[in-house]
């Protein structure tokens, strides 16, 4: 069953697919289209996973691999090159 923990994953893995960089709502399709069974049959998490994927997008920051909010543009996520 997928968690939480694995958005961050899936995002990136996004975000690689999108060329490093995507608005959210093409993110989120694109994690969609790749893991739909997988976010259905996750209970809980399956009528929070978009807000759960800004949770992981967080992570993404911190551990250095996303680009600040103030270096992208609003509504889209860039990869940080690392």
Partial sequence: MATRD???????DAL?????RGRIPDLCKVVWDKHARDL????ELFYTWQYDIRW???HLRKA???KSHT???KGVWELSGR
Avoid: I, N, Q
């Fill in 64 to 66: 250095g691999k996303l």
């Fill in 71 to 73: 270096l992208s543009p």
């Fill in 40 to 43: 259905e049959a996750s209970g």
């Fill in 56 to 58: 992981a997008a967080y």
């Fill in 16 to 20: 690689v697919a999108s060329g490093g």
């Fill in 6 to 12: 694995d958005l961050v994953d899936w995002l990136h």
